[in-house]
């Protein structure tokens, strides 16, 4: 008989020991797995709410832990996603930590000389590019998902970074208090080899509070 999923559970069905072992690291990153109610997959939400609603669910996927292969990401729930790190990654301890580091003595070839930019072209693929900032700007700090974070002084892949802020040459955030001046990478993906999602803790509750809002907002529209 199966049973409610909360993080760190998995449903009573046979398992054997390496997907109980797998199941549970994918729960341990504080998402929520519950079944489809096609009786075919799984959805995969931020929010433990039973059933969960599929328009901010962060997607579906049939196997656990999720693979690229296996995922089909939710958009309205990428759409919430980006409107949240937009409005908060300036004030996320850190950003803040990184930004401040790039321009420290030992970060500084990477604000200066190795600046990456993200561009949004036509078609949504990034474009990174490098140089110096003008006008005392130094550069872009990259705001980039936890789950495969790069040893200093390496560029994140372009799939784990979710945008960009601009920093001045003192490592402070550019308009910090308004948000920051922000690009949006397109690139970014919720799942990749490296994992699922998984955002510091300041943006995860952020994210948080934005999806228990809209859950709100959808169930008074559908009263």
């Known amino acids: 008989m199966a ?25 341990h990153r504080t998402q929520y797995v ?17 059933p969960p609603n599929p328009r901010i669910a962060i997607g579906t996927t049939t196997e656990i832990p999720p693979t690229p292969q296996s995922f089909t990401e939710n958009p309205h729930f990428v759409s919430i996603l980006q409107r949240v790190v937009r409005a908060h990654a300036a004030a996320d301890p850190r950003v803040q930590a990184d930004a401040l580091q790039f321009a420290s003595h030992a970060g500084a070839p990477l604000l200066n000389n190795q600046r990456r930019r993200v561009r949004q072209g036509g078609s949504g693929a990034a474009n990174y590019q490098g140089g110096t ?17 790069p040893a200093f002084g390496r560029i994140p892949y372009p799939e784990d970074i979710m945008g960009s802020l601009l920093v001045d040459s003192e490592g402070n955030i550019v308009n910090r208090e308004q948000g920051g001046d922000w690009e949006e990478n397109r690139m970014y ?20 509070e934005a999806l228990v809002e809209e859950e709100r907002r959808v169930t008074e529209n559908d009263a």
Do not use: C
């Open 189 to 208: 993906r919720l799942v990749t080899r490296a994992g699922i999602m998984t955002l510091s803790p300041f943006l995860r509750d952020r994210l948080r």
């Open 133 to 149: 900032g003008g006008g005392g700007v130094g550069g872009w700090v990259h705001v980039h998902d936890q789950r495969a974070v």
């Open 3 to 27: 049973q409610r999923k909360r993080a760190g559970l998995i449903t009573r069905r046979s398992l054997d020991r390496n997907e109980v072992l797998l199941a549970y690291l994918f729960l």
């Open 34 to 50: 519950h079944d489809s109610p096609t009786g075919s997959g799984h959805i995969l939400s931020l929010l433990d709410s039973a």
